[in-house]
């Protein structure tokens, strides 16, 4: 029954009537009333200027209240701090909704927890509430057993009194994630966050990203056309240059390519001088309404699906005449409105053409740097599955026409250009076998071996075209008998460019594939890329490891920078096998191999052409154009050791298994902080993730990375197929970026992220994979991507906390009961 007002002076909810203006909130106003019989308690999820918990307990005809910053906690080592706020009325128990923006505490209400408490028996709660303790038992939906409150001693002029909230150990006691990190929709209505916010029906607006502004086209001066310059070029070398003296910048899949700007006109050359200006017409008009005269240099590529540059997809434009689809990365300026710029440093030339594409429409964009941190850079980038970074020094002038060892080159893998010399013929109706290769080395050309691989009928149909008007009786190279037979030669007029896994000791391709034609390039000058050897590191791993049986080369250092050798690899994934295979086993994957370790060539590869063995297996999975290949699996601890064998160091995985392939059962969102920022914004950015989920009705969990960020893991039921979660994780991230513009970006773009946080959501599409949970990384001092808990994440450092040498804590946290169910829950994709 509800009590009569109490004087002003002695009314315990005058304060929280006075905060109120009952005319524009829901919110019950405050009378104080009675309940003997029973003594209510309820927690209210409270999203204000600040994420909450309101925690209450109903004494004395109101509900005591205290605000949980971080929500309560389950393991008994957790002292969590609860604020002290005014006294709430006891028809509050039953609040959920939205207070308006504005009010006082405006934002969404969730009754997120609920029940009765009972005192300590023999403790009155009046009494030692205020002597500054608390001691009782909890019979909520969420909240059971033994709990403790305790006031803290006040420190200079705080206003509010501090509390701490502890759970007692028994029974009921758990881990720090096993309420909030699980409980996220309301007990009484079984609504998110989101939709309590948007009502009984609840349908998030789709937030789109404001219209990228067309920048209008500047007034061109009427400064000259420069003229052609040779283009400054890189060596290729073995590991990436160390120190802050050094500028990183993607190696780009595409034409290297000189711009000239001037007089409202623009003009385009290859690296050798060839005018493009018609091949490359999209670029060159965008680059007519630059301002002024310029000679810029950069690179012409053509974006795959994922949004990386692709040689493939750039000469099957310039085949089909499809100049919309190319972009232009300027990475230097030699030359502005008449003033030679070649001997400023690199750092001041390329500040003048940040500022010169400025307002820049696409598809011209400044190609972005870090400074210093090269390894880490080099790291990404080939996790990325690109070609390598350019390095160059920050303080060098340009040198025209020179191989400089001022800008050296660092390949993922090993690719360069050699000279068609034939092919050998197919047992087919049509096309051939394999192209015949050759370089120039001592001023003849000799034979480097053959490439069967990466082409379809219709490549083939062009090539030979191309091949039959130059073919000639007399081979010329000598090549084996052998591996020629058959063999019909032609004039070595066509570069070919090639990837392949190395050269054999008689100078010969091993796994080669074959990526496209350069016709920038004349066949004279196409000679065998050497790296220069890097400076070999002398640390050593001194922890020595048995490597298992089958391993060999066990001794081969795979990290130069600690010196962990494949062995020790080795015997850290025959340690972890276990709680890997639960992410690896049967699901689709992708393997990062470095077969002479790390800091030599490492590649992507989600295909096998039998040479893995018996216990690795394939999976046909039907691609974009219809066709199908046979992608790579394993399912026991003999496989993923077949892998390691053949050089892997990473496994990355589809977000699907193989028995469902189109159907994801789970989301990963990438959290990838632009160069800069530290490791702190990353774990503020994944606590807010977690909650912006958690208001959808979806539960999370976080992966250090191993590398510089945090994945946030999000499982799913796999109700959904591919075009669903890709949908919902595309328009999650651009609404998360669009709300919160100065921490996210959701556009993986370099210029984008200056100093912010790539919310990375494009792993959650068809093929594309995200590194599994106790996968090593190949990055300096080989971490591993490990799960924690969201408490734990709060004190961690550095997301390469643990490395291949902590495999045996490593097994002991996956057994323990803060991580038993980590990352694991049956929930669909939601509608919103």
């Known amino acids: 029954m509800a009590k009569a007002a109490a004087p002003a002076g002695d009314d315990p ?30 927690v209210q999820k409270h999203d204000a200027t600040r994420l909450h918990w309101d925690f209450r307990l109903e004494l004395e005809g109101v509900l005591k209240s205290w605000a949980v910053t971080r929500g309560p906690s389950l393991d008994p080592d957790d002292k969590r701090l609860a604020v002290r706020t005014e006294d709430h009325p006891l028809s509050y128990a039953t609040f ?16 997120w927890d609920r029940g009765t408490w009972t005192p300590l028996p023999g403790k009155d709660p009046i009494k030692t509430l205020a002597e500054g303790h608390l001691h009782f038992t909890l019979d909520g939906e969420r909240m059971k057993g033994e709990w403790i409150m305790v006031r803290l001693k006040p420190r200079g002029r705080e206003k509010a009194e501090n509390w701490l909230l502890r759970k007692v150990a028994d029974d009921f006691a758990g881990g720090s994630d096993d309420l909030v990190g699980q409980a996220i929709t309301s007990v009484e209505t079984g609504r998110t966050m989101a939709e309590i916010a948007g009502g009984e029906e609840p349908k998030v607006a789709k937030r789109r990203p404001a219209a990228a502004k067309k920048a209008a086209p500047a007034k061109a001066s009427r400064g000259k056309l420069p003229t052609f310059r040779e283009p400054q070029l890189a060596t290729l070398v073995d590991a990436v240059p160390a120190g802050s003296g050094w500028i990183h910048e993607v190696k780009y899949d595409g034409y290297r390519t000189l711009i000239g700007v001037g007089g409202g006109k623009a003009k385009a050359w ?129 040198r025209t026409g020179r191989r400089s060892p001022a800008w050296v080159k660092v390949k993922c893998t090993r690719r360069q250009e050699f000279v068609i010399v034939g092919w050998t013929p197919s047992d087919k109706a049509r096309g051939f076998r394999s192209l015949l290769l050759g370089l120039h080395e001592d001023g003849r050309l000799r034979y480097a071996g053959k490439v069967g691989t990466g082409f379809n009928a219709a490549l083939m149909d062009d090539l030979l075209a191309r091949m039959k008007p130059l073919e000639r009786k007399t081979a010329p190279v000598e090549a084996p008998r ?64 048995q490597a298992p049986a089958g391993i060999t080369s066990p001794d081969r250092v795979i990290d130069p920078d600690s010196g962990i050798t494949k062995g020790q690899l080795a015997a850290y994934y025959a340690e972890v096998a276990e709680p890997l295979l639960a992410w690896l086993s049967r699901r689709p994957v992708s393997l990062v191999r470095c077969p002479q370790g790390r800091a030599k060539h490492c590649f992507f590869q989600k295909h096998d052409s039998g040479s893995f063995g018996d216990h690795v297996h394939h999976v046909p999975i039907r691609e974009k154009d219809g066709s199908t290949e046979p992608y790579l699996y394993v399912d026991d601890a003999e496989g993923m050791m077949a892998c390691v064998q053949m050089g892997t160091i990473e496994f990355h995985g589809w977000g699907s298994m193989i028995e469902a392939v189109e159907a994801p059962d789970r989301m990963v969102f990438d959290l990838d902080p632009d160069e800069g920022l530290g490791f702190e914004a990353v774990k503020h950015a994944a606590f807010l993730l977690r909650d912006e989920l958690a208001g959808l009705g979806l539960k999370s969990w976080p992966l250090l990375s191993g590398g ?125």
């Open 270 to 398: 290859t690296r050798t001088g060839l005018d493009w200006s018609d091949r490359f017409a999209g670029v060159v008009e965008a680059a007519a309404a630059l301002p002024g005269s310029a000679l810029i240099d950069g690179e012409v590529v053509a974006m795959d699906a994922n949004g990386h540059p692709s040689f493939q997809r750039l000469q099957a434009a310039l085949k089909d005449g499809g100049t919309g689809a190319l972009h232009y990365f300027a990475f230097d300026l030699l030359e502005q409105d008449g003033e030679d710029l070649t001997s400023l440093p690199n750092t001041e030339r390329k500040a003048r053409l940040a500022a010169l594409l400025h307002d820049a429409p696409e598809p011209l964009h400044y190609a972005e740097h870090v400074t210093g941190s090269g390894e880490a850079m080099f790291s990404g980038i080939c996790a990325e599955g690109l070609e390598g970074i350019i390095s160059k020094r920050a303080d060098a002038p340009y």
């Open 708 to 832: 510089k960020g945090v994945h946030v893991v999000v499982p799913l039921d796999a109700s959904a197929e591919w075009p669903a979660v890709k949908d919902f994780a595309s328009r999650f991230s651009r609404a998360l970026a669009a709300a919160h513009p100065d921490r996210f970006t959701a556009n993986m773009k370099k210029v984008e992220r200056k100093g912010r946080i790539f919310l990375d959501w494009l792993r959650n599409q068809r093929g594309a994979t995200a590194v599994l949970p106790y996968s090593a990384r190949a990055r300096a001092n080989t971490p591993v991507a490990a799960p924690v808990t969201w408490e734990e994440l709060r004190d961690v450092e550095t997301p390469a906390r643990w490395s291949v040498l902590d495999g045996a804590e490593l097994v002991k946290r996956a057994g323990s009961k803060a991580l038993r169910g980590w990352a694991v829950a049956r929930q669909a994709l939601p509608a919103a």
């Open 13 to 42: 909810l005058a304060r929280y009537n006075a905060k109120r203006d009952f005319s524009r909130t829901k919110e019950p106003a405050g009378q104080r009333g009675e309940t003997p019989d029973s003594h209510l308690f309820m």
């Open 96 to 111: 959920e909704g939205t207070i308006p923006k504005g009010e006082y505490g405006g934002g969404t209400v969730m009754l």
């Open 482 to 545: 052998a591996a020629v037979r058959g063999a019909h030669w032609v004039t070595p007029k066509l570069v070919a460019e090639v990837a392949f896994a190395e050269f054999t000791e008689e100078g010969v391709l091993r796994h080669a594939s074959f990526l496209g034609l350069r016709e920038d390039k004349p066949a004279g000058d196409v000679t065998e890329e050497k790296a220069a050897p890097a400076a070999k590191a002398t640390k050593r791993a001194k922890a020595a490891t």
